[in-house]
């Protein structure tokens, strides 16, 4: 069996869980989640684009999965659920009538059972079809983020994994930064990178790398169409390396061939933001003060036009499509105390449309007890490739 942590921390999870339940008055939670199924039991696997789900009591019932017939033996062989039902593909199958129906095994009709529907496990379309079956059949709680709140603060084993993973993303940097350079190709780059976090026993990151040179180092998402580089040019690298699910982000922006003064004055200004963000991510402060300090420095440097209006977000075990583990976002006026165990990518973006320029950085902490730490061993600097 491939469980990456030890049953009793899947059982103490599983009970904070079923605590939080009692707490919010639900009988049942219906987890859509994959990232939720991960952390609650193991379960690993990309068959969340399809109709799955598990059925979480607030009694000490076990956990009931629903799931097609391709993922039996990964639910068998991943994770410690033990009760696996399976929905078939078939014309006009609506695997809400099986849910329903595990539902009124576990005696729920007319309970009060939460569905987790912020979350890409569960399409628009597959909710209507839940929410037209159950409904007036139970009392249905839509988005029930029991999971994702919990999920918020790592123990120590999670943060041992996210070190891993962090130590993954500074290896692909460092893989990076050795192929950049005047006229080399933008997904040899890439590559460099990815190659670096498999060979080092981490896995596909969730989403990017997003790279690149030119006027793509100004996105900051992923878009196809990979270049070479100029003679002179720049290019931004914004990536995750990833360790068991979960993912340690690092951004850079990098001139190429020659630097540029203007932009050299915009990394140190960045790297000042960065600075305060980090100082700022202790307990004691919120999540909106971190970029409440994200704001001050570029304000007070001349740069509020240019700068983004949050400055990251929280990570942790996460699958396709995104690294991001949202919310929470760092956004002025964000109100969740900022908590040890909690494990944060911190960015700074400058983007100077008229002149054609960008300027990013970004690291993860795990914040301590008295505040926080940076996972990643390699300063940020003005770099200039070749």
């Known amino acids: 069996m491939a469980l990456h942590f030890d049953r009793g921390e899947f059982a103490d999870r599983i009970a904070r869980a079923r605590r939080r339940l009692d707490e919010e008055k639900l009988d049942a939670l219906v987890l859509f989640a994959q990232e939720s199924l991960y952390y609650l039991t193991g379960f690993d696997t990309s068959g969340y684009v399809f109709f799955q789900c598990a059925v979480l009591t607030r009694d000490e019932r076990p956990i009931v999965l629903l799931t097609r017939r391709p993922d039996l033996e990964q639910a068998r062989r991943t994770s410690i659920i033990d009760d696996i039902r399976l929905w078939y593909d078939a014309e006009g199958a609506d695997p809400s009538r099986e849910l329903q129906a595990i539902l009124e095994e576990l005696g729920l009709k007319g309970a009060r059972v939460g569905v987790e529907t912020a979350t890409y496990g569960l399409t628009g379309f597959n909710w209507e079809r839940v929410r037209v079956?159950?409904?007036?059949?139970?009392?249905?709680?839509?988005?029930?983020?029991t999971i994702r709140w919990l999920r918020l603060v790592k123990s120590p084993a999670e943060i041992a994994h996210v070190r891993q993973a962090a130590e993954l993303a500074d290896r692909s940097l460092e893989a990076m930064l050795d192929v950049?350079?005047?006229?080399?190709?933008?997904?040899e780059i890439a590559a460099a990178g990815v190659a670096a976090i498999l060979a080092g026993g981490g896995d596909m990151p969730p989403s990017g790398p997003v790279l690149g040179s030119g006027d793509r180092a100004l996105l900051v998402r992923s878009a196809t169409g990979y270049r070479h580089l100029d003679a002179v040019d720049q290019l931004t690298m914004e990536f995750a390396g990833s360790y068991r699910h979960y993912c340690a982000c690092l951004m850079r922006t990098i001139a190429v061939g020659r630097g540029n003064d203007r932009q050299r004055r915009m990394f140190e200004v960045t790297a000042e933001a960065m600075a305060a963000m980090t100082e700022a991510a202790r307990p004691g402060n919120t999540l909106g003060q971190?970029?409440?300090?994200?704001?001050?420095?570029?304000?007070?440097?001349?740069?509020?036009?240019?700068?983004?209006?949050?400055?990251?977000?929280?990570?942790?075990?996460?699958?396709?499509?995104?690294?991001?583990?949202?919310?929470?976002?760092?956004?002025?006026?964000?109100?969740?105390?900022?908590?040890?165990?909690?494990?944060?990518?911190?960015?700074?973006?400058?983007?100077?449309?008229?002149?054609?320029?960008?300027?990013?950085?970004?690291?993860?902490?795990?914040?301590?007890?008295?505040?926080?730490?940076v996972l990643s061993r390699l300063t940020p600097e003005y770099h200039v490739a070749g």
């Open 180 to 187: 950049a350079g005047p006229g080399r190709f933008e997904g």
């Open 290 to 373: 971190i970029d409440d300090a994200h704001r001050r420095v570029y304000d007070a440097a001349g740069y509020g036009d240019f700068r983004m209006s949050a400055c990251g977000y929280s990570l942790g075990g996460s699958f396709r499509p995104t690294w991001m583990d949202v919310p929470p976002m760092l956004y002025s006026g964000n109100v969740i105390p900022t908590q040890p165990g909690m494990v944060l990518f911190l960015h700074a973006i400058l983007i100077d449309a008229p002149a054609n320029l960008a300027m990013s950085l970004g690291h993860t902490i795990v914040v301590g007890e008295t505040g926080a730490e």
């Open 133 to 145: 079956r159950l409904d007036g059949w139970c009392r249905l709680v839509p988005g029930a983020d």
